[in-house]
């Protein structure tokens, strides 16, 4: 992807301090809808090259997402090009903080892969324009737990679109990756009287699911937990969820789960359709996260957070309904949505004041 496509980004912004090390890139999608808002991921890509090429795909995905989580705020993200484990120091994310406050309120940074609430903290000393801080610095901590809250909420949804009831009570889910997400989520779906089967590769992970909760199922991997008798499939891992190879032995009849870019390539919403599985948009039901963390701009209120959250049972809904009614793919309908938002609101600012 190039960074002047036609209907591309509005600003990318290449950021260096070589004294602490620092080479980040800052992608600004859109602000039609307000300040770009959107993590900074930490991560040690092989190039320049394909670190630029995430950041323009992160940004876009979240002007997307915002869009149809009702936010008041554009698509941005950042990428910080580097080991976290080696080059993560104080004066390194100060660094990065003055180049966010440069941008004076057109990027809001938070947090991503390999960036935590403590390092928004050192963000923050150096600029406003920084949310995902902890809670003692009045930030919103955590996001997987409204992450999570989301999902339950679009997997209700599905549950009552495919089966005319939005509860998963006696349901069969299949939860893949019992991380910070998946561990909130599986308390959900207990709490709603599911029958959680559950799988992931961390050792420590099965020894929480073990301890904490002795009704899961556990399966021994992710081919396993797809082929076995689930009705909903949450992958909560990492992304590419769906591919070809798993959507051809899922035997569940609804998809609904926290990871990102869930779909392996834009055929797969397709192969989704034809074997009548129904499919929650990933960005629709994950944006629990990004409600959490776009609530601090305000003066973070976890309650409200949460009512902002709980909507994504409604716009769910609508994205199945218009789905059904085009004869569209769920994730096709979910972006017409979150473009027409964001020309309808766009448009306004051509009206002078
Ligand atoms: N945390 C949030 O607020 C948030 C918001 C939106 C989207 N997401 C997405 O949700 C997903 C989960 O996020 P998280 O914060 O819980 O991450 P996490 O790193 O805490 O958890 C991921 C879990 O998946 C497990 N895992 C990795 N590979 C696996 C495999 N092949 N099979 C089974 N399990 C596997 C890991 O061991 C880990 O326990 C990610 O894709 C993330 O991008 C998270």
């Not at 080991?83 to 809001?108: H, M, W």
């Not at 990492?238 to 899922?250: E, I, P, Q, S, Y």
């Amino acid at each position: 992807m190039g960074v002047f496509n036609e209907g591309s980004h509005e600003q990318v912004v290449f950021c260096q301090d070589q004294a602490s090390g620092l080479k980040a890139v800052i992608g600004i999608y859109s602000t039609a809808l307000g300040p770009a808002l959107g993590g900074t991921r930490f991560y040690p890509y092989p190039s320049e090259k394909e670190a630029l090429h995430d950041v323009l795909e992160l940004s876009r995905g979240m002007a997307y997402k915002n869009s149809l989580a009702g936010l008041d705020l554009g698509g941005g993200k950042a990428v910080i090009w580097g080991d976290p484990e080696q080059i993560k120091t104080e004066a390194l994310l100060r660094a990065y903080g003055r180049f966010v406050q440069s941008l004076n309120g057109r990027y809001f940074t938070a947090c991503d892969v390999g960036t935590y609430t403590w390092d928004m903290d050192q963000v923050a000393k150096e600029t406003r324009f920084v949310t995902g801080r902890s809670l003692e610095h009045g930030g919103a901590g955590d996001s997987s737990i409204l992450t999570a809250w989301g999902v339950f909420q679009g997997m209700r949804a599905a549950a009552e679109h495919r089966w005319g009831s939005p509860t998963l009570k006696a349901r069969r889910v299949g939860v893949s990756g019992l991380g910070k997400v998946g561990k909130y989520l599986v308390g959900h779906l207990l709490e709603d009287g599911a029958e959680v089967v559950a799988t992931d590769v961390s050792p420590k992970a099965l020894e929480w699911a073990k301890t904490n909760h002795p009704d899961v199922n556990l399966v021994p991997d992710n081919t396993a937990l797809v082929k076995s008798d689930i009705e909903v499939y949450a992958p909560c891992a990492l992304g590419f969820a769906l591919n070809d190879k798993t959507v051809r032995v899922l035997r569940a009849q609804i998809v609904a789960g926290a990871a990102n870019n869930q779909l392996a390539h834009p055929g797969v919403d397709k192969l989704l359709m034809d074997r009548g599985i129904l499919y929650a948009p990933d960005y629709c039901v994950n944006a629990g996260g990004v409600i959490q963390v776009a609530d601090e701009i305000e003066g973070f209120n976890f309650e409200r957070a949460k009512m902002r959250a709980t909507k994504i049972f409604d716009t769910t809904k609508r994205i199945l309904e218009l789905a059904d009614t085009e004869g569209i793919s769920p994730a096709t309908a979910a972006d017409r949505i979150a473009e027409q938002r964001m020309a309808d609101v766009g448009r306004l600012r051509s009206i002078r004041l």
